[in-house]
């Protein structure tokens, strides 16, 4: 079964300052993974995915991932943060076995950059 | 490129009355919509998948006679929710994949629709 955890509800950090976005994985099969964003009352956004390749992946509004086999993560990172980055990030993994159009989404993290 | 809008963006109705909300591919052509309704502060849950042409398929636990999906354009698919009723207050959300000068098969996510029902 596939299944992504993203084990914080909140994250709070400073204007200026690194963030983190924490996401596990469990997968059967290739791991097809995902960062969206998604602002109040509105759909969500596409930030970055993880298909193949190299395990550091760059994306939208200077977001990045590092895709991490055996730790089983997939952690969306920003340099430096920025209070329009205030939203609900998503992390989702593709089911890559049985329906390729399912995509399984984590709990969401609220981010809080305070400036 | 790659836009999905919804209509409408938020609607009231009231209790045993139905409702329909549209989900459009504007400048893509989308071979499979997807329908997902998120409760507050919580996660996106994928109700159905639907091709255009064809039936939708429906999650487990998801009724098909109250959720009417309508996939009848490669542009567009609708959702009616028959005889709401207040637990059917919620957010919901249409994805569509598709083929787009800079992907292929990725899912696009319209805006949302919030459906109040009093």
Known sequence: ?115 | GAVVSQHPSWVICKSGTSVKIECRSLDFQATTMFWYRQFPKQSLMLMATSNEGSKATYEQGVEKDKFLINHASLTLSTLTVTSAHPEDSSFYICSARGITKTSSGEQYFGPGTRLTVT
């Open chain 1, 1 to 115: 079964a596939q299944s992504v955890a993203q084990p914080e509800d909140q994250v709070n950090v400073a204007e200026g300052n690194p963030l983190t976005v924490k996401c596990t994985y469990s997968v059967s099969g290739n791991p097809y993974l995902f960062w969206y964003v998604q602002y109040p009352n509105r759909g969500l956004q596409f930030l970055l995915k993880y298909i193949t390749g190299d395990n550091l992946v760059k994306g939208s509004y200077g977001f990045e991932a590092e895709f991490n086999k055996s730790q089983t993560s997939f952690h969306l990172k920003k340099p430096s943060a920025l209070v329009s980055d205030s939203a609900l990030y998503f992390c989702a993994v593709r089911d890559s076995l049985y329906n390729f159009n399912k995509f399984y989404f984590g709990s969401g993290t609220k981010l809080n950059v305070k400036p």
